[in-house]
């Protein structure tokens, strides 16, 4: 199986590693660097637990190869929060309890910063949509939405306070 | 078989300690109903009743949670399956030269190797038996035929293509119906020549053919409860660690019942059990589907203790639902019988399930088809008679649960598509018809005519609470408004009774062991706890809401108390979560334990205080002396001075264990209501709105509970209109991934209005019921009957779910609405 060198950026950090052809991006991410918060459900992009960031866009990482995010920049749960400080989303979703297993969360989290970055202020069928490509099989998908307003108000307050 | 508690035998020791939310105890008192959540404790100690954000939480969000793939261990080989692609076929030969030349396979498990220690075969939960690996043929499409060891997953793939495995096809048998001919036997292993499994009744036949033979109106419907796929969002996987040098097991394990599967794996390995310790890390989602043992475990373990190396074994999605235990499969031929009043009187059941090639439920072992007996639901009629089949088909075995207790959804099911299908015929409003039939709350506790004691209800107060909630009779009369326009309306009531909480050690019990569970709580000198409990949490929050029962004992503020499950070498000994039992059973525990510390506390106390025991009062977090309150000890000093300041004579330390024998089972119960429209050229169904009135006794968070019932409310919706596992003729499972086996999204899954009602449980320490489960069960009829209810004047007299549109659109044609 042919071997080859790409160099990503993940969280921020660069990191260059030495990958087979053939290797899932969700592989690489969880296996070679070790970020387990990016889960495998389905294996056929239906599920959305592998969903990360790459350049600013969601991806079901376990679709896509490695090698596709050579020069790429990756963005995993374990990026979201900023040091200690929770990202509104995740405070979302500890306080309006959105999450039961805990399994669906960090892709729901990812979808969830993406559909928040196009459109800071979705109505609730804007969220419902959003988070199509999530399946969650504890929460019944309610309170994941209150989770979403919340982050959405949140943010929304924190833009509109001046410098 | 029966389950009556016995009135006249000795109370639980329940009855020994003080018990301020249980409703008081005596066969005939009535428990009152209310509204709102008892609250006890400050916010800073977190008792019951407050919406405490859940403990475990920080973990998830961050990605921090500490799954089955995220066990990553020095040297670990990794295990991948080689599956049958026939449903029945012999098995000539498997050639495993090709993937053993490949470098980084170290080995090729078959059935002939494992047959070698006796370990091709493995008991199911139920007592019958399954493969492991096969040695002469297989029984079901997908199912596990070799395994391969390699240094990577990856390469472990490549070799399961390289395992060359010569089959013979046979006959197969997928229709349960057809397999009670016995012209293809599926295990013919068995000295027994016959697909038949077991027969079961319950009630009392005479009496029910009696109450027909006088009823003025009967209803009779076949309907089937389709095979449904639990498809937890985390597939099942092992690390399986033997450690040569110790002779000790260890199994990083996705179950929900850690150490019974220790006992089994013991009883089946002949490993001492104290060299094994199973350990589930956090579980993805559980909902009955990690309950069993399946090959794959056994192999992983195996191929551990072979190797002398640590093994991983992932299942992938498609494995996981063309090869884990399904559930439900029940064809149902019910028979409702009401007089002239519109009273129901009598019901009869004809039942046969589809086990597939396993009877592999995880019933308690006397109830071979699990509770199904609660049928007759939440209805004051006077004789019942259930009659049962069991078959083997070339299907996966089965059945498990699907966030159910043991069968308890094909019986509401049941129940209820009857009960509307009667109010029907006899033109009565289903709410009115049910109100009519309803058991009476001053009945309670009632005993059924299949056996059981309901210990408390009101369910006039549920159904009446979502009626008002929902706006019932203006949705009646846009209902009869949108007719006159010929648009498609319907509104469907769901009035269920759940038994959950199993069980009382007399009845219930798996594989011999009894279904107590257990809480052990060690308060540390600093006024610190951990409690840990023979179940495992898979997103319930027991983290948090068992952390409360101790709070609302013992004052000590639920964030100073570790809850942890799941390692059976610290652990109680517990029969793990399932059936809505974790609340029942380990939470009653918790309360149980938490009541020894107390009493022991007030020895300390008084000690401390120089008084007399009985001079004393619990407030909250302190021993009082009564009638100055300012001389108290709190609960974190008490701790303090059971290390350092002991009565002597008296042990040191401050901890307790309970084992909880439930004295009987928990019934909670609820009445739901869903609005759907339906699209007369499509034929989907849209849930328009949905309002679900719960009642689970005493309620220790609401925020859980309100996340419990939102979840179970989606689980609810999914086999009701999406899901179903679909075999072809040939026993191929055609809905192998989550592309063909469609679990709702959040915009199917309409936005959910709860409500409750709170009628506690008479017997048990904290007056709560197990709620995990009420929604499942009782949502699919309120849907299944909301759409024949708007199809009903067309002639639609029943669909069996999951309601597709293709259904709806048959119906709707057959009815001359569409062409």
Known sequence: MSKHTITLTVNGTEVTKEVEARTLLVHFIRDDLELTGTHIGCDTTSCGACTVMLNGRTVKSCTVFAVQANGAAIETIEGVANGATLHPLQEGFWEKHGLQCGYCTPGMIMSAKHLLAKNPNPTEEEIRWGISGNLCRCTGYNKIVEAIQYAAAKMQAAEEVPA | ?819
């Open chain 2, 1 to 819: 078989m029966t389950t009556f508690h016995d009135p006249t035998k000795p109370k639980h020791v329940a009855d020994r300690f003080e018990n301020k939310h249980a409703a008081p105890v005596g066969s005939s008192a009535v428990v009152a109903t209310t509204e709102e959540v008892r609250v006890t404790t400050p916010p800073e100690i977190c008792g019951m009743g407050h919406r405490m954000k859940r403990k475990e939480d920080p973990r998830f969000i961050q990605g921090k949670g500490r799954y089955i793939d995220d066990i990553k261990l020095p040297g670990m080989l990794y295990m991948d399956i080689v599956r049958s692609p026939y449903a029945h076929a012999k098995i000539l030969n498997i050639d495993t030269s090709a993937a053993l030349a490949m470098p980084g396979v170290l080995a090729v498990i078959t059935g002939k190797d494992l047959a070698a220690h006796g370990l091709h075969w493995m008991p199911t939960l139920m007592s019958d038996t399954q493969m492991v690996l096969p040695t002469e043929k297989v029984v079901y499409y997908a199912q596990e035929v070799a395994c391969v060891i390699a240094t990577s997953r990856y390469i472990a793939a490549d070799a399961v293509e390289q395992v060359v495995v010569d089959y013979e096809p046979l006959d197969v048998v997928v229709d349960p119906y057809k397999a009670l001919d016995d012209e293809v036997i599926i295990r013919d292993d068995k000295e027994l020549k016959t697909n038949r499994i077991w027969h079961w009744e319950v009630g009392d036949q005479a009496a029910t053919d009696a109450v027909f033979a006088n009823a003025a109106h009967v209803v009779k419907q076949y309907m089937h409860i389709p095979r449904i796929h639990v498809a937890s969002i985390e597939t099942c996987g092992m690390v399986a660690n033997y450690n040569p040098a110790t002779g000790k097991m260890q199994l990083y394990m996705t179950t929900q019942a850690p150490h019974a599967i220790r006992t089994v794996f013991a009883l089946v390995s002949g490993l001492p059990e104290h060299k094994i310790q199973v350990i589930s890390p956090d579980i993805g989602g559980g909902f009955g589907g990690k309950v069993p043992v399946y090959p794959g475990y056994v192999v992983c373990a195996v191929a551990s203790l072979l190797i002398g190396k640590p093994v991983k074994w992932i299942e992938d999605r498609s494995e996981n639902l063309q090869a884990d235990s399904f559930a439900r499969d029940y064809h149902l031929e019910a028979e409702l019988a009401a007089d002239a009043d519109g009273k129901i009187v009598g019901l009869r059941v004809n039942g046969l399930a589809d086990h597939g090639c396993a009877d592999a439920a995880a019933n308690p072992s006397k109830f071979p088809a699990g509770l199904f007996s609660i049928c007759t639901g939440s209805y004051d009629l006077q004789a019942a008679h259930v009659n049962f089949d069991a078959v083997y088909t070339n299907k996966p075995p089965g059945g498990v649960a699907y966030r159910c207790s043991f069968r308890v959804t094909e019986a509401v099911q049941m129940i209820e598509r009857m009960a509307d299908m009667m109010a029907h015929d006899l033109n009565i409003d289903p709410a009115e018809f049910r109100m009519k039939n309803f058991i009476k709350q001053d009945a309670f506790p009632y005993k059924s005519p299949t056996g059981w004691e309901y210990d408390s209800g009101n369910y006039h107060a549920a159904l009446r609470k979502a009626m008002d909630m929902i706006g019932y009779e203006d949705l009646r009369r846009e209902q009869a408004e949108k007719r006159a326009r010929g648009e498609l309306m319907g509104i469907g009531i769901s009035s269920f009774t759940e038994v959950v909480g199993a069980g009382p050690s007399r009845d219930y019990d798996i594989l011999g062991i009894k279904m107590f569970d257990s809480a052990e709580i060690r308060i540390h000198p600093t006024g610190k706890a951990i409690a840990r409990f023979g179940t495992k949490s898979q997103g319930q929050g027991h983290e948090t809401t068992y952390a409360q029962i101790i709070a609302e004992e013992l004052g000590l503020p639920a964030n100073d108390i570790e809850v942890e499950e799941g390692d059976t070498d610290t652990a109680p000994y517990g029969l793990g979560t399932y059936a809505s039992r974790s609340t029942p059973t380990a939470g009653a525990a918790a309360a149980m334990a938490a009541r020894k510390i107390k009493a022991k506390a007030k020895k300390i106390a008084a000690h401390l205080l120089e008084v007399n025991e009985d001079d004393l009062e619990w407030d909250v977090n302190k021993w009082q002396v009564k009638g100055s309150p300012e001389q108290a000890k709190t609960i974190q000093e008490i701790a303090f001075a059971a290390y350092t300041n002991h009565p002597q004579g008296m042990e040191a330390g401050l901890e307790a264990t309970d084992y909880y024998d439930p004295p009987n089972l928990t019934f909670p119960f609820g009445s739901y209501i869903c609005v759907v429209d339906v699209d007369s050229g499509t034929g989907e169904v849209k849930v328009r709105r949905f309002v679900a009135v719960d009642d689970c006794g005493n309620i220790i968070n609401p925020l859980v509970v309100e996340g419990q019932i939102h979840g179970g409310l989606t689980m609810g919706l999914a086999p009701a209109l999406f899901e179903e596992i679909v075999y072809d003729e040939n026993g191929q499972c055609l809905t192998g991934t989550l592309a063909d086996y469609l679990l709702p999204t959040a915009v199917e899954s309409p936005k959910w209005e709860t409500g409750h009602t709170i009628t506690p449980s008479p017997h048990h320490p904290i007056g709560a019921k197990g709620v995990g489960e009420s929604p499942t069960v009782g949502a699919p009829p309120a849907i299944a009957n909301a759409v024949v209810d708007a199809l009903w004047h067309l002639g639609v007299r029943h669909i069996d779910i999951p309601i597709t549109p293709e259904k709806v659109w048959q119906a709707l044609r057959d009815a001359g609405v569409t062409e």
